[in-house]
């Protein structure tokens, strides 16, 4: 079954509440539709969101690298050829989240074409992941009214913080708050997408200890070397490497480096193929996995869950699932539920995002 066709739709959702964070703001699902089209019919599917602030990326720079640059190099190529797919692919530096949709639409294509969900082709491990709600900045009461809301209406006990302000006093403040509104049964974690200095994220660790809190995500930027590390080595809860871990030589980098002792890995940016190279760092060096969010649509969301469901190193700790709560409409045509605080995997062959047509006639922005 071959390639003939690769399409690259931007799109445009609003979020209802925008999501704020120390590297950037998100206002609008503007992100990019990836279908893989075959010789036979099937079709392969994923969602590419654009992190500029992340990695670079932008919508149009999606729709051009995938189909001015990749779509040539890669339509002729049978569905099963992935790898070499990826080694066409890896001879352009950069581009990840491109790179990624379009190795999650092959999966997706050929769990279509095999007749199976992808999440069974990973690995089968188990059919469903824990939710953790990732919480942006907004005043200490809010967040918690926040965080208590998703735990009455899903269930969902895991609340990553996103930190990284100044003062510093505006993050510590919330982490109190939380812990005390949400008493102890919660596990909360704290992601600062490298807003404050290595000196600074030690200073809030000192602030909030004896606050349980579990994982502390890329406090600073991980390219200062020496600060990052001396952090890392004084920190009493595992340092995540997300941003600065995008591929598994990343990984190992940031690892060996002592940058980082956890890892968070994102199909979005990592696509099954690479992420799963980065599992497999992991797993053989016995370093933590998170399952990211990159702020996903419902459509990424159910590639993080057949990915994280796959794998028992994934499936042990809560996974980001929920953001797309905030968003005013999905393309998805079956919703997502959270419930009991869990996602379920999809046992549709493929990854199990059908698309609703009407609506991606109605958000598309090409036409
Ligand atoms: C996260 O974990 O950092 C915010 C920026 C981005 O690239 O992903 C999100 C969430
Ligand atoms: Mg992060």
């Known amino acids: 079954m071959n390639i003939t066709r690769i399409e690259a739709i931007p799109y445009a959702i609003p979020y209802t509440h925008p999501l704020r964070f120390a590297s950037g703001e998100v206002h609008t699902a503007d992100h990019v539709l990836v279908r893989v089209h075959t010789d036979e019919g099937v079709v392969g599917v994923a969602d590419a969101p654009p992190r500029?602030?992340?990695?670079?990326?932008?919508?149009?720079?999606?729709?051009?690298?995938?189909?001015?640059?990749?779509?040539?190099?890669?339509?002729?190529?049978?569905?099963?050829d992935r790898e070499r797919i990826h080694a066409v692919l890896g001879r352009t530096i950069h581009n990840q989240v491109a790179k990624g949709a379009l190795d999650i639409a092959l999966w997706d294509a050929i769990g279509?074409?095999?007749?199976?969900?992808?999440?069974?082709?990973?690995?089968?491990?188990?059919?469903?992941?824990?939710?953790?709600?990732?919480?942006?900045?907004?005043?200490?009461?809010?967040?918690?009214?926040?965080?208590?809301?998703?735990?009455?209406?899903?269930?969902?006990?895991?609340?990553?913080?996103?930190?990284?302000?100044?003062?510093?006093?505006?993050?510590?403040?919330?982490?109190?708050?939380?812990?005390?509104?949400?008493?102890?049964?919660?596990?909360?974690?704290?992601?600062?997408?490298?807003?404050?200095?290595?000196?600074?994220?030690?200073?809030?660790?000192?602030a909030t200890d004896g606050l349980g809190l579990t994982l502390l995500e890329e406090p600073c930027d991980?390219?200062?070397?020496?600060?990052?590390?001396?952090?890392?080595?004084?920190s009493p809860i595992p340092v995540v490497g997300d941003e600065s871990v995008p591929t598994a030589g990343d990984a190992s980098r940031e690892l060996l480096s002592g940058g980082?002792?956890?890892?968070?890995?994102?199909?979005a940016r990592s696509g099954f193929t690479e992420?799963?190279?980065?599992?497999?760092?992991?797993?053989?060096?016995?370093?933590?996995?998170?399952?990211?969010?990159?702020?996903?649509?419902q459509v990424g969301t159910l590639a993080t869950v057949a990915f994280g469901a796959a794998h028992e190193a994934t499936g042990r700790r809560a996974g980001e699932l929920s953001?797309?709560?905030?968003?005013?409409?999905?393309?998805?045509?079956?919703?997502?539920?959270i419930v009991?605080?869990?996602?379920?995997?999809?046992?549709?062959?493929?990854?199990?995002?059908?698309?609703?047509?009407?609506?991606?006639?109605?958000?598309?922005?090409?036409?």
Request: glycine letters at 10%.
């Open 260 to 267: 980082c002792n956890a890892i968070c890995i994102k199909t």
């Open 52 to 80: 500029p602030y992340t990695y670079g990326e932008t919508q149009r720079s999606i729709v051009e690298v995938i189909t001015g640059l990749f779509a040539p190099q890669v339509v002729g190529f049978g569905i099963l």
């Open 112 to 206: 279509k074409s095999l007749g199976q969900p992808v999440h069974r082709l990973l690995g089968g491990y188990g059919d469903h992941l824990r939710v953790s709600h990732m919480l942006g900045f907004r005043p200490a009461q809010e967040l918690l009214a926040e965080a208590q809301r998703f735990g009455a209406e899903y269930g969902i006990t895991t609340f990553k913080l996103k930190v990284g302000r100044r003062p510093l006093a505006l993050d510590i403040e919330a982490c109190h708050v939380l812990r005390e509104g949400l008493g102890d049964e919660a596990e909360l974690y704290l992601d600062a997408n490298r807003g404050w200095t290595a000196n600074e994220a030690w200073e809030v660790l000192r």
């Open 222 to 234: 991980a390219h200062e070397a020496m600060s990052r590390r001396r952090l890392v080595e004084k």
């Open 323 to 337: 953001n797309f709560l905030d968003m005013a409409d999905d393309l998805l045509a079956e919703p997502i539920s």
């Open 275 to 297: 992420a799963r190279e980065i599992l497999g760092l992991c797993t053989g060096l016995g370093v933590d996995v998170t399952m990211g969010n990159q702020i996903d649509t």
């Open 340 to 367: 009991d605080g869990r996602v379920s995997v999809r046992d549709a062959p493929g990854v199990g995002a059908e698309i609703d047509e009407e609506k991606l006639a109605r958000y598309r922005q090409d036409r």
